[in-house]
T-cell receptor, first 115, second 114 residues
Framework: AQSVAQPEDQVNVAEGNPLTVKCTYS??????LFWYVQYPNRGLQFLLKYITGDNLVKGSYGFEAEFNKSQTSFHLKKPSALVSDSALYFCAVRDIKTGRRALTFGSGTRLQVQP | EAGVTQFPSHSVIEKGQTVTLRCDPISGHDNLYWYRRVMGKEIKFLLHFVKESKQDESGMPNNRFLAERTGGTYSTLKVQPAELEDSGVYFCASSHEWGTGELFFGEGSRLTVL
């Protein structure tokens, strides 16, 4: 069965500093990996995805994520955090081997960027 | 292009009552998903429609939950009778049949069972 772990409930970072939100996954085959962001009282918004190819993928709002197959990780990063980046971030995986289209999500990490 | 819309945004009901949540997917999206997030926990998959057919309902917690998608357009999720543990935010998402499968989410329906 596929699963996603986000080991940090909350990440605090000062504005202007780099940020990392961690995600590890478990699948039986090759993964499609996704990051979503949820702002207060809003739905989840797609940020970026890894399907194949370059391990470093770039997405919306200056975010990027690095796929590491050996460590089964897909950490979300941004070189310089903004206060407006404060939100709830979810990592998700789709296991291609199963043929199942539904994504499996982690429990979310709250990012707090202090001015 | 209109996004995924969900109704109601918030529902407060007593234990034992019935609630029906509605989701209107993005026009042309054959795939429709229901997810639920209980406070502080992961977003858990409930079920997946392809057009009007239930493709995967492995996440439905029990037979108090009934999802329908008549005509392959909007979907409803009925909880009857509601229990305290059903409280949470119910998200609907849709996607194209083709492509790599990113989902487009609605803003969610918050259900509070007292």
């Amino acid at each position: 069965a596929q699963s996603v772990a986000q080991p940090e409930d909350q990440v605090n970072v000062a504005e202007g500093n780099p940020l990392t939100v961690k995600c590890t996954y478990s699948v039986s085959g090759n993964p499609y990996l996704f990051w979503y962001v949820q702002y207060p009282n809003r739905g989840l918004q797609f940020l970026l995805k890894y399907i194949t190819g370059d391990n470093l993928v770039k997405g919306s709002y200056g975010f990027e994520a690095e796929f590491n197959k050996s460590q089964t990780s897909f950490h979300l990063k941004k070189p310089s955090a903004l206060v407006s980046d404060s939100a709830l971030y979810f990592c998700a995986v789709r296991d291609i081997k199963t043929g199942r289209r539904a994504l499996t999500f982690g429990s979310g990490t709250r990012l707090q960027v202090q001015p | 292009e209109a996004g995924v819309t969900q109704f109601p945004s918030h529902s407060v009901i007593e234990k034992g009552q019935t609630v029906t949540l509605r989701c209107d997917p993005i026009s042309g999206h054959d795939n429709l998903y229901w997810y639920r997030r209980v406070m502080g926990k992961e977003i858990k998959f409930l079920l997946h429609f392809v057009k009007e057919s239930k493709q995967d309902e492995s996440g439905m917690p029990n037979n108090r939950f009934l999802a329908e998608r008549t005509g392959g357009t909007y979907s409803t999720l009925k909880v009857q009778p509601a229990e305290l543990e059903d409280s949470g935010v119910y998200f609907c998402a849709s996607s194209h049949e083709w492509g790599t499968g990113e989902l487009f989410f609605g803003e969610g329906s918050r259900l509070t069972v007292l």
